[in-house]
C-alpha cells in the first residue's frame, strides 16, 4: 500500500493569497489552473481527469459545491471531476485521490485545483455554530478555533514549562518568511514584542499567532513518473501521501489523549516515513511545510512529525532549528500565518511550496540543497491530517 | 484507462429510504454500514480507507462536511476517509474513488458509506437559491429542479410529438416496483389514472412523477477480485465505473445542445461501455438501475444510454420492455421515484440494488438469470453522471 515512485508532480500554480477583491471563485482557480497548464507544458485537452478542493462552499455562494464548479470556468468538461472536502486538510486529500488515480492507471494527467473564497460573505453559519450543531462533546460547547488551540498552547505552558516565548518566536519566523513571498497574504515581518503585545484573540494567542482568513487557489498536475520523463520535466516525485483521521479532541472515543498533540498527525506522518522509507526524519527531510494555524500547532506538529523528541517543540524554534538558516527550516513560505489559509486551497499551496524549492525556483525565499520535502496539513477539530513527502526525480 | 476487473464488492447494505424520524444521520450510517460489514464477512478492522458520500451537509446540521462525520460514528479512526460531493451523482463519484486506491493497491477493503438527512430541517439556502446565487444563465433564473425537467418534457413532448402518457408509464412501472421492495420509500402501486390527474407540481410534471425528499443510508465495502475470492464471497466485480461532466443546460458553453438529453450521461455511457468492451448495451445489459428523479429523465436516460435508438425512449416504456417483464428491465427497486432519494445515498443504493439482484438475494422483486447490471447516476442541472457497470464472478 504506497504512492512511492508512482506518481511525479509536473505542474504548480498559485495566486496571490489574500483580500482578493477583484478576484472571485472562477477568477482565482483559473489564475492558478492557466499556471499550472503552462509549467506542465501540456494542453487543457491533455487533462482527462480533475478533482476541485473547497472545504466551505456556503462561503462562496455555494460555489465548490460539485465538481462542475471546476468544469464550468475552466471548459474542463467531458472528463470526470470529483469535489473532495476533508476541513483544513481538504487540499492534501484531492491530490491524495488524484494520485491514486494515476497510480490505478485511470489518469494519464490529472489536475487538482483548490480554492476558497472567504473574503466576501461570512457562511451561513459560523464554522463553529456548524460544529456546535453536531453535538460534539468539546468544540460543541461553543468553543471557537483560537480558543481550542489556545487550551492547547495553555495546557502544553503548563506541563512543559515554558511562557510564551516560543509561540511568538513562532510567529517572528513566519512574517519574516512571508515577507520574501510576493504570493503571501501578508508581506512584513514582526517582532517579538509585537506578538507579545498584540490584541488577544484567545489568551495566550494573540493577533499575529492565528492565521488570517484569506481568498486563494493553489493548483497541481499531476502524471506517471514514466511520462514526466518522457515530457523532460522537472518533474518531482511523490514518495508518500497519505491521510489519517482520529478522533481529535473527543474524549469520549480516546481517554489515553494528553491533549499535547494530534494523534492524526502521528499516525499519518508514521505511515508516510514507512511508505517513504525515511528512518530519522529530521536528518533526511531537507525543509517541511506544516499546518501552523497557531502557533502552538507549529510547536506540537514538530513533536507529532518526529522533528524533535515529544516535549521538545518549543525548543526546536527558541534553538533556531526551524529558521531558514536552521538544519530544518520550517514554512519558508510564510506558512498559514503569513501567506494566509483560503482552506481547500492551503494544502495545494503547500505542494506548490514545496515542488517550487525543489525545482530551485523559489527566488527570493529559495533555500539551498534541498532535495527532500514533507508537507503537513491538519484540519477539523485536531481529526484529520495529511503528509506528503516529494523528491527531486534526478 | 480501466477499472474493469481490478475491484471486486464484497459487501452491501441499505436501510429503509423514507421519513426516517427515529434515525438520524449517524443512525443511518451505522444501520448501513453495519450490514455490509457482516454481508462482507470481514471485521471493522479490516477495512484501511473509507469514503463518505453525502450531498448537502447544511440539511444534516453539518454532519458529513469531512471524513470526521464518518469515522466518529463508526469507529474508524487511523485511517483516511475521503468526503466526496458532486450533486446526485456523490455516491457513485465516492466509489469510483474508492475504487481506484484498490486498482491501485492503497485499499486492500476500502468502505463506501452515502447517507442523507433531508427531512429534518430545510437546508440553509433551498437547493435552487445556491444555484441562483452562482449566476448560472439558466437555472440562475430560479428555476426549480422540477421546473427544469418540465421543460426538458414539454420540448421532448413537441419534438417527438408523443403526450404525458409515455411519462405516467414509467411513474405507475416504479411505482409497482417499489411496492415489492421493503427498503423503498414509498410501497404503494399507483395507476395511471392517478399519475395523470394528480396534483401538478410543474407542468406537465405531477406529483407521481417526481422523486420525494428522503432520508436513508447505503454502504458497500470492496476489495480486489483475488481477495474476494480467496474469502470465498459471493462477489460481484466491477466491469466499469465511470464520470463525466459537462456543461449541462448552460447554453454559454454548448450551443449545439438540443437539450433532447443529456452529453454526461452519453459521455459516461460512451467510456463505460468502451471500459467494458460492450458492443450492444440493449442486448448485453440484463437490467438497470437509471436516475429517475422525474419521469422524462427516464425516458432521456434510455435513449442516452443506448437502451433503444435516439427519440424512442417513450415508445421504450410504451411498448413494455422496461417492465420487470421486459427484455431490458429498468429500476426494479423503485428508481428514485418510490425508493427514495437521499441524495448522497442514491448512487450507492444502486450498486447495492444491482449487487442484490445479481446474488439473486432480491427477494419477492428478484429478477431471473441476470449476470450483468447498470447503474446511472445523474446529477446538478444535467451536468454530472456516471456509470457503472458490473457481473457475477463466476
Request: net charge negative.
Amino acid at each position: 500500500m504506497s504512492l512511492k515512485n508512482k506518481v511525479a508532480i509536473i505542474g504548480v500554480g498559485c495566486t496571490k493569497f489574500g483580500e482578493n477583491f477583484d478576484l472571485d471563485y472562477k477568477d482565482m482557480l483559473v489564475e492558478s489552473y492557466t499556471e499550472a497548464l503552462e509549467d506542465a507544458g501540456i494542453g487543457p485537452k491533455e487533462i482527462d481527469a480533475a478533482w476541485l478542493a473547497t472545504a466551505f462552499p456556503d462561503m462562496a455562494h455555494y460555489e465548490g459545491n460539485s465538481g462542475s464548479s471546476l468544469a464550468d470556468p475552466l471548459n474542463l468538461f467531458g472528463i470526470p471531476t470529483t469535489h473532495v472536502t476533508n476541513y483544513c486538510a481538504t487540499g492534501m486529500d484531492a491530490i491524495r485521490n488524484a494520485a491514486m488515480a494515476v497510480a490505478s492507471g485511470n489518469a494519464r494527467f490529472a489536475y487538482i485545483g483548490g480554492v476558497e473564497k472567504m473574503r466576501d460573505v461570512p457562511p451561513r453559519d459560523s464554522l463553529i455554530a456548524q460544529v456546535v450543531k453536531t453535538g460534539h462533546p468539546v468544540v460543541g460547547k461553543g468553543a471557537t478555533a483560537p480558543g481550542m488551540f489556545a487550551m492547547l498552547e495553555t495546557r502544553y505552558m503548563a506541563v512543559r514549562g515554558v511562557d510564551r516565548t516560543p509561540f511568538a518566536e513562532i510567529s517572528v519566523k513566519n512574517h519574516y518568511n512571508g515577507s520574501l513571498n510576493p504570493k503571501a497574504h501578508f508581506g512584513r515581518p514582526v517582532t517579538i514584542d509585537a506578538v507579545l503585545n498584540a490584541p488577544m484573540i484567545a489568551y495566550p494567542l494573540g493577533l499575529y499567532e492565528c492565521t488570517p482568513v484569506s481568498d486563494g487557489s493553489a493548483s497541481v498536475i499531476i502524471t506517471t513518473p514514466e511520462i514526466a520523463k518522457s515530457l523532460k520535466k522537472d518533474s518531482i516525485l511523490i514518495k508518500a501521501l497519505t491521510l489519517s483521521i482520529d478522533s481529535g479532541w473527543n474524549p469520549q472515543f480516546d481517554k489515553s489523549n494528553q491533549f499535547l498533540g494530534f494523534k492524526s498527525t502521528q499516525n499519518a506522518a508514521g505511515m508516510a516515513y514507512k511508505e517513504a522509507g525515511i528512518k530519522n526524519p529530521h536528518d533526511e527531510i531537507d525543509f517541511a511545510e506544516v499546518h501552523d494555524c497557531f502557533t502552538i500547532t507549529e510547536v506540537v506538529n514538530y513533536e507529532d512529525l518526529q522533528f524533535c523528541p515529544r516535549g521538545e517543540g518549543w525548543k526546536f524554534i527558541h534553538e533556531g532549528h526551524s529558521t531558514r538558516e536552521g538544519e530544518l527550516p520550517v514554512n519558508v513560505s510564510g506558512g498559514l500565518q503569513s501567506s494566509g489559509h483560503p482552506i481547500g486551497a492551503t494544502g495545494v499551496r503547500m505542494v506548490y511550496e514545496l515542488v517550487t524549492q525543489l525545482r530551485g525556483k523559489a527566488g527570493k525565499r529559495q533555500l539551498e540543497n534541498v532535495r527532500v520535502g514533507l508537507a503537513h496539513n491538519l484540519g477539523g477539530p485536531g481529526s484529520v491530517a495529511s503528509v506528503a513527502i516529494l523528491s527531486r526525480a534526478d
